[in-house]
T-cell receptor, first 112, second 113 residues
């Protein structure tokens, strides 16, 4: 069946450091891939998405590229801020289903 | 309006109580979801309504009863819950086709005593 594997956290970085959070997946067919972010006490918000191989999703300085050859969708940001401190979830959607598979989440803490 | 609104934000209930969680969206979305999230865990799918019909029930105990009165509203009726049901309950919606992004509400933090 479909699955998502996400790197364990927590990840602690200094402000302006480079961020990578690894995400790999297994899936049949052609799923869509997502990164969601959850701030304390809130629901999840979509950060970015990609719907096919080689697509690059980007938003707020975050980027991730849908790599079919390595079945990966790693999240990157060139310079993190304290306000980026949150939990990040990689997720896989479909095809042909409303079931989204979420990774276990990676907690990011950015220190000033 | 790109919001999913959930009420109440916090709920404390006893094991013999009956309560309801409410979710509302006005984005014209035709798929609505209930997720349960325990602390430091990812959301777990409970139910999906597609075009106001129950599409997915992830073998959720009958003490949780979903209802979709119309395309904008989603309820979750709670009865005879157990302490282990304490969690953050998240409502989400999407356009109605597969693989679309989910819009989440802020959730209801439920404590069962």
């Amino acid at each position: 069946g479909n699955s998502v594997t996400q790197m364990e956290g927590p990840v602690t970085l200094s402000e302006e450091a480079f961020l990578t959070i690894n995400c790999t997946y297994t899936a049949t067919g052609y799923p869509s891939l997502f990164w969601y972010v959850q701030y304390p006490g809130e629901g999840l918000q979509l950060l970015l998405k990609a719907t096919k191989a080689d697509d690059k999703g980007s938003n707020k300085g975050f980027e991730a590229t849908y790599r079919k050859e390595t079945t990966s969708f790693h999240l990157e940001k060139g310079s993190v801020q304290v306000s980026d401190s949150a939990v990040y979830f990689c997720a896989l959607g479909g095809p042909g289903t409303y079931k989204y598979i979420f990774g276990t989440g990676t907690r990011l803490k950015v220190l000033a | 309006d790109t919001e999913v609104t959930q009420t109440p934000k916090h709920l404390v209930m006893g094991m013999t109580n009956k309560k309801s969680l409410k979710c509302e969206q006005h984005m014209g979305h035709r798929a609505m979801y209930w997720y349960k999230q325990k602390a430091k865990k990812p959301p777990e799918l409970m139910f999906v309504y597609s075009y106001e019909k129950l599409s997915i029930n992830e073998s959720v105990p009958s003490r949780f009863s979903p209802e979709c009165p119309n395309s904008s509203l989603l309820n979750l009726h709670l009865h005879a819950l157990q302490p282990e049901d304490s969690a953050l309950y998240l409502c989400a919606s999407s356009h109605g086709t597969y693989n679309e992004k989910l819009f989440f509400g802020s959730g209801t933090q439920l404590s069962v005593l």
